[in-house]
């Protein structure tokens, strides 16, 4: 009797472990899989991101740190003209780019989806696609040569049209250096924005358009009472996007003006970069990165309120 | 045509509707397109050609430019396939494990994971390209393809989990539960049921994933100390001029370092297109 109700207890407790082995491969799953992507992220991403906070309070050089300086770093950085010039010309190279690749890929957008034929459409993508694939440091390359003030296209261009005096080193000089990188990839239509705005277009049903165009609203009208309305999201989505990459961009000082001349072009970005590869001031540069997050994050917050202000007032 | 376009037909008048449109796509495909045109045609003369006709292509065609940065450009080619396609692997597979844990399952703590892991899109590559940098000497990965892959993948899964979870929640449940009630395990439910289905979304993924690493810059600049190990895009750099410069053999390089992604572009523009619109 009572082996045998040990053997049953025994059988029961093993169909127990047994299923409860499943039950729990199956309860966490969803973490076996993330396990190695968290391990991952933790290694790669959260710990620089969590050490730069730490290290911009510190003399950080890259291997020890002698003394915690508190918020020095951030004193130091804003009290150096060349950071806070670099402050100056991000704000107007940022504005510049986000407005310029809007209001090109938009436009640009607004002719792809006045054809009807998909064929049509089809075509112009590509045409506007293909230069995207070119890696960034080739097309930048490219522009250094437009700008280049002997055989650069823009001179020769003005040369050859007649008007040899307004030719200038582009790049060269303060007056016009920062607004020719902002200038760059003119007229800026290959790019996601584009490819996003046709595809947000070509979402909104033809019939709403049409209705709009039968009521009477010229095709300009119609733009500004439908299609910017129905864009908010891919706007919102693309203007802060542009506002990130413009903030963070480093390619204009890499490869055509190296910040310069004079603090012209100079950048907080490129601040990062030469504060901690060339003098080896790792404090320095984390600080100017976590200044960098806080701007980043105060510009997308007003983009995103912008938009949705001015959608809600088309909407009224 | 569109109604207006129709209406303007119908009365007789001038097709405003198309030809504006046409003209003004045209000019900006010029302006873009023209650079890219010149680069190639400069490519192919001699110092001697290039001066005398500046705007166009001579002939006959001088090749002789691309033979000289051929075995220096080739091998940057090569770097960059190896790094992208690494980077390339690994994304693949963690927005999938990622997108589809965060997209099938219900588990305590997802929300708030989930927001952990989207923050990481606000943190820009600038804030942590220094200690990253001095994490990498620690590793011992400088001048190594783990420099470059590792972190890389560590950007690119962001945006990659978020696009798979919301490409699985799209997916009807019925799929995985019927799987399931066919006596599937859930690993089988996850290799045959929804690695094939999810194929279109990861071409989304791979699409951003080759665009950022192949163009990617100042980050292999700072950990590749040794040129030979530079992908294409720095190695771009190293071809410029000062006074007195081949031109040709400038523009070659960079019209060579611009054709593999551009080949493979070609072979997939269909793909591509929708992979982009998929996002």
Redesign the interface.
């Known amino acids: 009797m009572s082996s045998m109700s040990g053997s049953v207890e025994t059988s029961r407790r093993r169909t127990r472990e047994r299923r409860s082995a499943g039950y729990y ?2 309860k966490y ?3 076996i ?2 396990a ?2 968290l391990v ?2 933790v ?7 969590f ?2 906070f730490f ?1 911009s309070l510190t003399d950080w050089d ?1 291997i020890r740190i002698r003394r915690f300086l508190g918020l020095r770093n951030f004193e130091d950085l804003f009290a150096d003209y060349v950071f806070l010039d670099g402050l100056r010309n991000m704000a107007i190279y940022t504005s510049l780019r986000v407005v310029l690749l809007i209001a ?1 890929a938009f ?2 957008a ?3 989806i ?3 034929s998909a064929a049509v459409r ?1 075509f ?15 097309t930048y ?4 040569f ?1 700008f280049a003030p002997q ?1 650069g ?1 823009l001179n ?1 261009l003005l040369q050859a049209i007649g008007l040899a005096e307004m030719a200038r080193p582009w790049l060269g000089s303060s007056a016009t250096a920062l607004y020719s990188i902002a200038f760059v990839q ?2 800026f ?2 790019g ?1 924005a584009f ?2 705005f046709v ?1 947000a277009l070509e979402g909104i049903p033809r019939d709403v ?2 209705a709009c ?2 009521e009477g609203c ?2 300009i009208r119609r733009v500004f009472a439908v299609d910017i309305p129905m864009l908010r999201g891919s706007l919102i989505f693309i203007a802060v996007l542009l506002v ?1 990459s413009g ?2 961009a ?2 204009p000082q ?2 055509l003006t190296k910040g310069g001349p004079g603090t012209a072009t100079e950048t907080p ?1 490129w601040y ?2 030469r504060a ?2 060339q003098y080896g001031d ?1 404090g320095l ?2 600080a100017a ?2 200044v ?2 806080f701007v ?2 105060v510009f ?1 917050y007003y983009t995103v309120r912008a938009r949705y202000k001015g959608a809600y007032d088309v909407g009224q | ?4 376009e129709a209406g303007a037909a119908r009365r007789g008048r001038f097709p405003w ?2 030809v ?3 003209a ?2 045209s000019f ?2 010029l ?3 023209y ?2 045109v ?2 190639l045609a400069t490519s192919l003369k001699t110092r001697q050609q290039f001066f005398e006709s ?2 166009w292509f001579t002939f006959p065609f001088d090749w002789m430019n691309y033979v000289e940065v051929w075995p220096r450009v080739s091998r940057a080619i090569l770097n960059s396939l190896v790094y992208s396609g690494l980077a390339l692997a690994l994304t693949l597979f ?1 927005s999938l ?2 997108g ?3 997209g ?2 219900n ?1 305590r703590g ?1 929300d708030i ?1 989930f927001l952990a ?1 989207l923050m ?1 899109l ?14 990498m ?1 620690q590793f011992g990965f400088m001048n190594t393809w783990a420099a470059l892959v ?2 890389w ?3 690119e ?2 945006f990659g ?1 978020y696009l798979m979870r919301l490409f699985f929640e799209r997916l009807p449940r019925e799929l995985f539960h019927a799987a399931r009630v066919e006596g599937a395990s ?1 690993w089988k439910v996850l290799l045959f049921v929804a690695i094939p289905l999810a194929l279109p979304g990861l071409g989304s993924v791979a699409i951003l994933d080759l ?1 950022f690493t ?2 990617d ?2 980050w292999p ?2 950990t590749m100390s040794d040129q030979n190990n530079l992908p ?3 190695t ?2 190293l ?2 001029g000062n006074e007195n410069v081949d ?1 040709g053999a400038i523009f070659a390089a ?1 019209v060579t ?2 054709a593999p ?2 080949i ?3 072979l997939f ?1 269909r793909q ?2 929708r992979g ?2 998929g ?1």
């Open positions: 491969v199956n799953l969803p973490w899989l993330l190695p992507v991952h992220l290694i790669f991403r959260y710990i620089p991101t050490s730069a290290y890259g090109f436009l640009a607004e002719f792809v006045s054809f009807r089809t112009w993508k590509i045409v506007f696609v293909v230069p995207m694939v070119v890696p960034i440091s080739v390359l490219l522009w250094g437009i055989n296209m020769s003119f007229p239509i290959s996601l490819l996003v595809s358009m049409d165009e039968i010229g095709r990130l903030i963070q480093v390619e890499l490869i970005g990062v970069y901690a590869f790792f540069a984390a990165g976590v960098m997050v980043g994050l997308s | 045509m569109s109604v207006s509707g198309l504006v449109p046409t003004g796509l900006f495909a302006v873009t397109w650079p890219f010149f680069m500046y705007w963690f494990l990622g589809y844990a965060f099938r399952f588990f997802k994971l892991i990481l606000m943190v820009p590559g600038i804030l942590t390209i220094v200690p990253l940098f001095v994490q000497r590792l972190p993948t560590g950007f899964m962001v989990i859930e665009l192949w163009n810059l100042i600049i700072v294409v895009g720095p771009a750099l071809f410029r031109y960079y370092i611009s992604l551009i493979v572009f070609s523009t591509f297109l982009i619109e996002i």
